[in-house]
């Protein structure tokens, strides 16, 4: 189950303020509890986004600097893994306030044990298009990741690419990959009622494994 993206318009942000948007927190909080709640019982999986992408600027008129916004992030991220244990995952963004490449903030996401959903999308796109960071990132993470959603991506901006048709080296990617998480091909369709795209994707990707041993 993936947790609900947006209220009111506007990105279902964990770092949300409190004071200023209580409509907005609540909303985050009480939804999230609720299919936590849902996932124990059903023995399924929940997926929160760790962030969105709200503008820096945004960021700072809540709260004083990024890494203060980051905190409240983790704090209630722990709240909702203390409540779903592993039937709860949380996924990277390209908001500095939960994303992959920095291994400084990797370290500290290691150090909270949570269970990750890395998108490759936007862990290239926060590294600029740079495959050699990315597959650092990804073996740091590897033992964590619990779901991977496989797009492509030219690494500049949100662009949820066909596998292929972007800029990632998928074929040295096979080796950081942890064998026991599952994955899916998040990935723009033509026609929602159509997985042409995602068929594609796999097939793209299993010949690109195939071929690096």
Same mark, same amino acid.
């Given at each position: 189950? /993936?947790?609900?993206?947006?209220?009111? *318009?506007?990105?279902?942000?964990?770092?949300?303020?409190?004071?200023?948007?209580?409509?907005?927190?609540?909303?985050?909080?009480?939804? #999230?509890?609720?299919?936590?709640?849902?996932?124990?019982?059903?023995?399924?999986?929940?997926?929160?986004?760790?962030?969105?992408?709200?503008?820096?600027?945004?960021?700072? #008129? =809540?709260?004083? #600097?990024? &890494?203060?916004?980051?905190?409240?992030?983790?704090?209630?991220? &722990? /709240?909702?893994?203390?409540? *779903?244990?592993?039937? %709860?995952?949380?996924?990277?963004?390209?908001?500095?306030?939960?994303?992959?490449?920095?291994?400084?903030?990797? =370290?500290?996401?290691?150090?909270?044990?949570?269970?990750?959903?890395? &998108?490759?999308? /936007?862990?290239?796109?926060?590294?600029?298009?740079?495959?050699?960071?990315?597959?650092?990132?990804?073996?740091?993470?590897?033992?964590?990741?619990?779901?991977? /959603?496989?797009? &492509?991506?030219? *690494?500049?901006?949100?662009?949820?690419?066909?596998? *292929?048709?972007?800029?990632?080296?998928?074929?040295?990617?096979?080796? %950081?990959? @942890?064998?026991?998480?599952?994955?899916?091909?998040?990935? @723009?369709?033509?026609?929602?009622? =159509?997985?042409?795209?995602?068929?594609?994707?796999?097939?793209?990707?299993?010949?690109?494994?195939?071929? #690096?041993?």
């Amino acid at each position: 189950m /993936h947790h609900p993206m947006k209220i009111n *318009g506007q990105h279902n942000e964990v770092a949300v303020d409190r004071l200023s948007n209580p409509d907005a927190y609540h909303f985050l909080m009480q939804s #999230s509890e609720n299919l936590i709640q849902l996932a124990i019982q059903t023995n399924t999986q929940v997926l929160i986004h760790g962030a969105y992408n709200s503008p820096v600027s945004d960021i700072l #008129s =809540n709260y004083p #600097s990024i &890494d203060s916004a980051r905190k409240v992030v983790f704090s209630r991220l &722990d /709240h909702f893994k203390s409540l *779903g244990g592993d039937h %709860v995952m949380f996924e990277n963004s390209i908001s500095p306030l939960f994303d992959y490449g920095d291994p400084k903030i990797e =370290n500290l996401i290691i150090e909270h044990q949570y269970r990750l959903c890395y &998108d490759t999308s /936007h862990g290239f796109i926060v590294l600029h298009g740079d495959n050699s960071k990315l597959k650092a990132s990804m073996a740091h993470l590897r033992d964590q990741v619990v779901h991977y /959603h496989f797009v &492509d991506s030219m *690494g500049q901006f949100h662009d949820s690419l066909e596998l *292929g048709k972007g800029a990632i080296d998928w074929q040295p990617l096979k080796s %950081v990959v @942890n064998p026991d998480a599952t994955d899916i091909f998040e990935i @723009n369709l033509k026609d929602q009622m =159509n997985s042409q795209e995602m068929r594609a994707s796999y097939q793209y990707l299993k010949a690109s494994w195939q071929t #690096s041993g």
